[in-house]
Each structure stands twice: as structure tokens, then as C-alpha cells.
């Protein structure tokens, strides 16, 4: 038989010298081998060999088990202790965050940063044509409610900062059938208001089903209105009714953005935010040929947005002489006569032609503008194809179009669409041009 040899400790760490055996197991020789396939006793010799490590089987077996156990015993400690000082470091680093060290002003301009600014909604464009509220202000899952349940630091600097709690969006329509849901979503908007502290708000309400006499989020809502700067309200005509007692409470009301849908029936006169002294940008949103008839205070507005038929436009600019910003989207053109409008302030027009929207409304609506004062005008077409058919305004009083930039955006136009608004500038900035020279010309013999 082979003699046993001698462990190399060299490959294992010098602290498990002393637990290694001297002596490492012998392999399976040949002539094992050949006596397992056959049926052949060993020989005398190799018979003494066997029987000696048979008998010293036992002992051998409990020896590698006593190692093996203490082996084990040992990894599971180095592991565990391991995973301890993996999570001692990470709790280091994490209590060592510069986040921690933050004062106050700091955390409020990132809670800031992390929520919707309502900048983002009245901006002063037409993104209002797109009332439908999707992610409302008092679900638990948004900022600031995240922000306020992180720690004792957070939550004091997020429930001291009223502004961040100031912008509230609500679909009038999600009435959940669960009552402790109501409830839920009915405190979150009071506790909200609370926490504004008396900042400017600015809500955002939609709804199109009819909002019934008693609603718990109205009669939350409504007595803030003298809190109330911005304002975007999408609801059936008939509930606007709700908001008559606001009337004459609205003094910080700054920007309104107001739409409905109804009917003839429903078209009476909404005079809820007639009294407004601060309000100076108003949009109206119109999904119907029907009249709706918002009353607004003229005098101080001086940004006009309309979505609606041109018709709307046209009614709603008689009654805004100082207006000088207009953001127009152009549809329905106005069948019956209708006189010129003079809007002496108007320094800036932007007109929106929308695909299906009739394809002479844009020259429809400016024909009926006359401003002397226009400086900027700039046209949008969207989603055109090439049945769709490009006009551009045509200048016919030389006084109504003395502008210094013209700019054309294009978004979603087929190639035939293009090709054809490029015949149609090219005629338009052929008067544009005349009506330039023959202005100064006009100047210039002036005394």
C-alpha cells in the first residue's frame, strides 16, 4: 500500500495551520480499482492495510466532523460579521450624508424642487386646452406628503412651508364609492389647506359630470377663495353655480383659466369672478359652438388665452380693450358680418391652427383684429396633412400689421402641408414687406 503523505499547509492561511492534518487521505489506487471490479480477495498483505483503516474508520470520520462542524460554526460567524460591518459602514455613510447637515432654507428650495410647481401649469400658454387632472395634490403618494413623512426635520420644514402645500389638483369626478377613501381624500385637502398657512393657492378643478349640491370638497375649497391667485376651472356650466358666493372675494386672484361644457339650457351668465381688481390673465376654454357667458372684469386684464370657436374670441375681445398679449387657437371661422375689432394694446399675437379645425380660421380670426400696436406675431400649425388647407392672414390694412417678428412653428405637418405654407408665406411676407415700406414712407412725410 502507499504511504500516506504530508499536508501542504503552504496553500491555506498561516491561522488554520495548527487545525490542518498532517497527513492528507490516500486516493484511490489501481489496485483498489481492480479488486472493486473484480470478485478477487486482496492479498494477505494488502488484507492487514484494509482492516487497519476499517477499523480506524471511526475515529477518522468523527475527527473530520468535529472540524468540519467547528468549520462551519466559524464561516457563519465571519459571515455574520461580515454582514455587521457591511451595515455599520452604510449606516455610517448614511448618518455622514451632507443631506443631514442641510439647514432649513436649503431642504425647502430641494422640497421645491421636488414638487409641481404650478408655474408649469399657468404659464401664460395654451397648455390649459389639456384640462383633465391626472395625478391629484391629495394623494398620499405625492410631494409634499412624501417628503413630510421621512423624519422629525423633514416633516416640521415641509409643514411650516405653506407654499409647498399651496398648488391643489382635484378631479371632481373621482367620488370613491368607499367611504373611509372619501373621507381620506376629503381631510388630506383640509389639512393642505391648513398647512398653507394663508400662501397664494392656486387650484386646479375638473370635472365633467355635474357637481351635486352638497359637495364636502366645495364647501372646503370655496371659503379659501380670498387666498386664491391662479385659477383653472373645467366643469359642466350648471356647477358653476357653487362658486357664486365667491363673488367679491376673489382680490388676489391673479390668472383664471375657465371652461365648461353644457348646453343652451345651461348658458346662463357666471358671474362669480366679475369682481376681481388684481386679475390680469384670463383664458376661456369652449368645446361647443355655444355661448358661454363668463363675466370678467375689462379693465385690468392684459393676457387673453382662448381655445373656442372664433366666434367666442371675438365676443370675449369686445369686452377687453387693454388687453396686450393674445394666445389664439382658431376654429369655426365667423360666418355672420362682423366689424373690426380695434385692440390698440396688442403688442404680441399668437394664432394656433389645429388639424379638423377649419381651414380659413386663422385668417378668419385675424381679419377681424385691428392692432396698431403689434409687434410680435408668430402662427403655430399642428398635426396638418395634406388634405388640410393652409391660409395665412392677409394683410389688408397696412395700420394693423406693423410687426417686427414674424414666427412660424410647425409641428406633426405632412410634406404637401408644408409645401404649400411655403407659397402661402411667400405671398404673405410679399405684403408684409409692402405694408413695411409704405409704413415708414408714411412716417417719413409726417411733420
Request: charged share 20%.
Amino acid at each position: 500500500m502507499i504511504s500516506p503523505t504530508r499536508t501542504d499547509k503552504s496553500q491555506f492561511h498561516p491561522c488554520f495551520s495548527s487545525f490542518i492534518p498532517e497527513y492528507s487521505q490516500l486516493k484511490r489506487s489501481s489496485r483498489i480499482e481492480e479488486l472493486l471490479r473484480s470478485n478477487k480477495p486482496p492479498l494477505e498483505f494488502e488484507k492487514q492495510d484494509l482492516l487497519e483503516i476499517a477499523a480506524r474508520g471511526p475515529q477518522i470520520l468523527d475527527e473530520f466532523d468535529e472540524k468540519i462542524a467547528a468549520t462551519r460554526q466559524l464561516l457563519n460567524f465571519l459571515v455574520s460579521e461580515r454582514d455587521q460591518a457591511a451595515s455599520n459602514i452604510s449606516d455610517a455613510k448614511s448618518v455622514l450624508r451632507p443631506m443631514r447637515r442641510l439647514p432649513d432654507d436649503a431642504l425647502r428650495a430641494v422640497f421645491r424642487a421636488c414638487t409641481e410647481s404650478p408655474d408649469q401649469v399657468f404659464n401664460g400658454d395654451l397648455v390649459f386646452l389639456e384640462p383633465r387632472i391626472d395625478i391629484e395634490s391629495v394623494q398620499p403618494n405625492q410631494s409634499p406628503w412624501t417628503v413630510s413623512c421621512v423624519c422629525q426635520q423633514w416633516r416640521a420644514v415641509a409643514i411650516h412651508t405653506g407654499e409647498l402645500w399651496s398648488f391643489i389638483r382635484l378631479d371632481l369626478d373621482n367620488r370613491p364609492e368607499d367611504e373611509e377613501l372619501a373621507k381620506n381624500r376629503v381631510f388630506r385637502l383640509g389639512l393642505s389647506l391648513l398647512r398653507s398657512s394663508g400662501h397664494d393657492l392656486s387650484i386646479c378643478l375638473y370635472g365633467e359630470k355635474s357637481v351635486p349640491g352638497v359637495c364636502p370638497i366645495l364647501q372646503i375649497l370655496l371659503p379659501t377663495a380670498p387666498c386664491w391667485k391662479r385659477l383653472t376651472v373645467f366643469l359642466p356650466l350648471a356647477s358653476f353655480r357653487h362658486f357664486s358666493v365667491c363673488k367679491g372675494y376673489l382680490n388676489r386672484l391673479d390668472t383664471l383659466y375657465i371652461g365648461g361644457v353644457g348646453s343652451e339650457i345651461d348658458a346662463f351668465h357666471i358671474d362669480a369672478f366679475q369682481l376681481a381688481p388684481s386679475l390680469r390673465v384670463v383664458g376661456t376654454y369652449a368645446v361647443s359652438t355655444t355661448l358661454t357667458p363668463f363675466c370678467l372684469p375689462s379693465s385690468g386684464v392684459t393676457t387673453f388665452i382662448s381655445q373656442g370657436p372664433n366666434i367666442h374670441t371675438y365676443i370675449s375681445l369686445k369686452r377687453l380693450p387693454c388687453v396686450q398679449n393674445l394666445t389664439l387657437l382658431c376654429w369655426y371661422p365667423i360666418d355672420e358680418a362682423a366689424e373690426p375689432i380695434s385692440l390698440h394694446d396688442v403688442t404680441f399675437l399668437h394664432l394656433f391652427y389645429l388639424h379638423d379645425c377649419g381651414a380659413l380660421s386663422v385668417a378668419n380670426m385675424y381679419s377681424h383684429l385691428i392692432l396698431p400696436s403689434l409687434r410680435h406675431l408668430e402662427i403655430s400649425f399642428v398635426e396638418l396633412d395634406s388634405e388640410d388647407q393652409i391660409t395665412l392672414p392677409v394683410v389688408t390694412n397696412l395700420d394693423s400689421c406693423p410687426i417686427k417678428t414674424l414666427c412660424i412653428h410647425l409641428d406633426g405637418v405632412s410634406q404637401e402641408a408644408c409645401t404649400q405654407l411655403g407659397n402661402e408665406l411667400i405671398k404673405f411676407l410679399h405684403y408684409l414687406v409692402d405694408g413695411l415700406i409704405a409704413w415708414y414712407t408714411f412716417r417719413g412725410k409726417t411733420p
